[in-house]
């Protein structure tokens, strides 16, 4: 067997199926571009169709298959209808990436019960119901992966967490219950924890040049990270190489959590 050969088998995502929501843009767009160039067809759930048709229309271009599927993940509906939309473009997923989030972090005291239900809705619930719609029919078939985007502050509370911080770490917990339910199907469910990066959902602090150097400084590589820093993690929790990984949360975050 050619190394190519064997990388192929190990990694290829040729033939699989994934949906990436949150696709668009940040650690979701590279993950998008991770997955569609080792063989995938792509899914990709967004809300913004500029941005969910510039990245379709840059993979396709690319001899990448991908397609857009607009939707509001905040109403359980609006995760129904967009769970459908993205089978009816490629057929029943092999792969679940759950990247869309939403970045509410008022101080504590000021954290409203809105903030509250539309940061669940949107970072806890959607992924809940598409583990539901997905898994058991990946577990029928034999194989499936689902990957969950969570956060430092899924471990440790800094810069105002608030209801943000408790989401994540509901998400750690829904990958632990759904790797129990599912992994002897051949359906793995891990998470990948990203350190900070300069991506739209931390407008906030990418505003701050001295918050920024300070966070670089705070990581062992010494710089923040970029969304394409994931491409690699995500191609592997993919692909058939991971079989014997699950129920995990990878950190990705250049020594952010142990420095």
Known sequence: MSTHDYLAELFSLDGLVAVVTGGSSGIGRGITDALARAGASVAVVARTRSALD???????????????????????????AAAERAVAAFGEPDILVNCAGINLRPPMGELTEQDWDTTMAVNLTAPYLLGQRFG??????????????????????????????????GLESLARSQAEAWSRHGVTCNTLVPGFVLTPLNARLSAD???????????????????????????????????????????????????
Request: charge should be positive; charged fraction near 20%.
């Open 54 to 80: 510039a990245t379709v229309r840059e993979l396709t271009a690319a001899g990448c298959r991908a397609a857009a599927v607009d939707a509001d993940l905040a109403t359980r509906d609006g995760v129904r």
């Open 136 to 169: 058991p029919r990946m577990a029928e078939r034999g194989f499936g992966r689902i990957i969950h985007i969570t956060s430092q502050q899924a471990h440790r509370a800094f810069v105002d967490s608030g209801a943000y911080g408790v989401s994540k770490g």
């Open 209 to 259: 040049p001295e918050r920024v150097a300070a966070l670089a400084e705070r990581t062992m590589v010494g710089r923040n990270g970029r969304a394409d820093d994931f491409a690699g993690a995500a191609v592997f929790l993919a692909s058939r190489a991971a079989g014997y990984v699950t129920g995990q949360s990878i950190f990705v975050d250049g020594g952010f959590s142990v420095h």
